[in-house]
C-alpha cells in the first residue's frame, strides 16, 4: 500500500513539474528566431528573413529558410545551426530565467549561434562572454523546469 501511495504522490509531482515546462525552443507565432533563417547567421554573416513556403518542423517549432539549400542543411544537422538554450535570450539563462529574443542580436561563438534580448543586453552579455556562457549552460535546460506563477 505504501509503495502505491508513493508512486501516486510521485506521479502527481511529476505532473506538476510537466506543467511548468516551456516550450524548448522559444517560438511565437513568427516561428522559431521569429522566422528568421538559423542557417543564413553562419553563411551569409547577418540574420536575414526566411521564407513562408520553406520551413521545417524541428523540436516543436517551425523554422523558415531562404532557400531550399539552407533547409537541407538545417534538417541535416539542426544542431549545428539552432541557437544554443533554445534560442531563448543568452543572457536571460546566464540569470536563471527565460526571455525572448531580437533576431538582430545574435552572436556566433566557437561556431554556436547566440541569441539576446536586445543590443543593449547583448553588450551586457558580451561584457562577460566566458563567464556567461558557462552560466548559462550549468542552468540550461534545467531552467525551462522553473515555475513562475
Given at each position: 500500500m505504501k509503495n502505491q501511495s508513493l508512486f501516486y504522490v510521485i506521479l502527481f509531482l511529476w505532473s506538476c513539474s510537466a506543467s511548468a515546462q516551456k516550450e524548448y525552443i522559444y517560438s511565437d507565432s513568427k516561428g522559431a528566431i521569429k522566422g528568421y533563417d538559423p542557417v543564413?547567421?553562419?553563411?551569409?554573416a547577418k540574420p536575414v528573413k526566411g521564407k513562408r513556403e520553406i520551413t521545417y518542423t524541428?523540436?516543436?517549432a517551425q523554422w523558415y529558410f531562404v532557400s531550399?539549400?539552407?533547409?537541407d542543411a538545417f534538417?541535416?544537422?539542426p544542431e549545428a545551426y539552432a541557437p544554443q538554450f533554445g534560442g531563448y535570450c543568452a543572457y536571460a539563462v546566464s540569470e536563471n530565467t527565460l526571455y525572448k529574443i531580437d533576431p538582430k542580436s545574435w552572436k556566433i561563438v566557437d561556431g554556436k549561434?547566440?541569441?539576446?534580448y536586445d543590443r543593449e543586453t547583448q553588450e551586457a552579455w558580451e561584457a562577460n562572454l566566458e563567464e556567461r556562457i558557462k552560466k548559462a549552460e550549468a542552468y540550461w535546460p534545467a531552467v525551462l523546469y522553473?515555475?513562475?506563477n
Open positions: 543564413a547567421y553562419f553563411t551569409a524541428w523540436k516543436n531550399t539549400q539552407n533547409r534538417k541535416a544537422d549561434l547566440y541569441l539576446n522553473i515555475d513562475d
